[in-house]
């Protein structure tokens, strides 16, 4: 139980948390800190109980009382698991800190006297869950049936039913995680994409349609989202981004590597998986579901953007995404029943975000005879940027 205390009020600069510290914006009402004593003429300082509610918030939806989850045993020592009994056990659970230790002591009292365990202690984490999903998704798809495999039905051990997700629900799967954090991004027109090709020294091309999506008969080689065969647009917001994903520095030595920028004609639809990327805040204010799904979906961001050695196995290796792109492409919708355009995901060469739009050739020129839909994508004149390319021998697979 935590000790009563005088209303306390903290800035958003001792919170190091980024989603506590919106808290602490969205809750200004002191101009005084009085953990590391700043004042100000406008108000830059909320309630500590405003942070704390957000803190409870989040530790109620991960962790519960474990005479809910756990067997207990008294001649074996207690509960028969993993429990959380005090507050810097709790604290590096949420992985989380501050270096004001006034502030650290009366957030840890809050929590003190506290026995928790995790909900659902016994089963796989969402993580888990995913990787053993997926990988049972990618056995099919790679090595058993390409185009059939919703009608694939996997056992687990010794007959009984596959412990997860199968093959065939693998989509649908992720489709609802995606509908339930909605992570659809609204591109206004004018949004601004850079592409590069490679060229022999001295001949890069001041042609646009040699910067656009490949014509489909000249879509000839596997991508990371897109099969021989189906030309779609590959770009990234800026000029260096989309060389690293291009340029292969171990075998394109002395090139050039030229860019042009296009820019969109119409506002589109874009799934944003960039952001499921690296460990986010304990304390973001999503229920339990949304915690899952926001786990699933860093999981997947990584099999993403995942390097691919380019070894001759690569038409292969990009299968299970290619088949994931055309799933969102074709099946799934806003929900006003508009189409997706297109995914933002994260670059394997530099982290940084990158697009790709389902735009062939004809949907980035302009002078296209009898379209059967309008123009997305525009080359922008007096946008070509050329690079000689260095050799680097021991450059990452792309």
Not at 148 to 177: C, K, Y
Not at 238 to 254: I, K, L, R
Request: charged residues 25%; contains cysteine; hydrophobic residues 35%.
């Amino acid at each position: 139980m935590a000790r009563q205390r005088r209303r306390l009020y903290v800035c958003e600069s001792c919170i190091e948390d980024e989603e506590l510290q919106a808290v602490v914006r969205a809750n200004l009402i002191s101009n005084k800190c009085d953990y590391c004593q700043t004042a100000n003429d406008a108000l830059m300082a909320s309630g500590i109980d405003s942070v704390i509610q957000r803190m409870r918030y989040a530790v109620n939806e991960v962790f519960t009382d474990p005479a809910s989850e756990l067997p207990y045993d008294g001649r074996e020592g207690g509960y028969q698991g993993s429990i959380i009994d005090d507050s810097y056990d709790l604290f590096e659970q949420m992985n989380f800190c501050v270096e004001n230790a006034q502030l650290l002591d009366d957030l840890m009292d809050e929590f003190n006297g506290e026995v928790l365990c995790y909900r659902d202690v016994f089963g796989p984490s969402s993580e888990e869950f995913f990787e053993d999903a997926w990988e049972r998704f990618k056995r099919v798809v790679q090595h058993q049936r390409r185009y059939t495999f919703w009608e694939s039905q996997e056992d687990g051990e010794h007959g009984d039913p596959a412990r997860n997700v199968s093959a065939s629900e693998m989509l649908p799967e992720i489709g609802h995680n995606i509908e339930h954090v909605s992570p659809i991004l609204d591109l206004p027109v004018g949004e601004e994409f850079w592409r590069v090709q490679v060229f022999e020294r001295g001949m890069s091309s001041t042609n646009p349609a040699r910067y656009t999506s490949p014509p489909t008969d000249h879509a000839n080689q596997p991508n990371r989202m897109s099969p021989a065969g189906i030309s779609m647009f590959y770009g990234a917001n800026d000029f260096d981004t989309a060389v690293a994903e291009t340029v292969d520095p171990s075998t394109m030595g002395g090139q050039e590597a030229t860019g042009a920028r296009f820019q969109t004609l119409v506002a589109l639809n874009v799934l944003d998986l960039s952001n499921f990327y690296g460990r986010r805040s304990f304390f973001v204010e999503l229920d339990r579901r949304g915690r899952n799904a926001v786990e699933f979906l860093t999981a997947f961001n990584r099999e993403l953007s995942r390097p691919i050695q380019q070894d001759g196995r690569q038409h292969i290796e990009y299968v299970p995404t290619q088949v994931f792109t055309e799933y969102v492409r074709f099946r799934m919708t806003m929900q006003d029943e508009q189409p997706i355009h297109g995914i933002k995901y994260r670059s394997s060469r530099n982290g940084q975000a990158c697009f790709v739009i389902f735009a062939d050739q004809s949907d980035c020129l302009s002078n296209v005879p009898e379209r059967l839909r309008p123009q997305l994508l525009d080359f922008i004149d007096g946008s070509l940027r050329t690079e000689i390319i260095e050799s680097s021998p021991n450059a990452s697979p792309l």
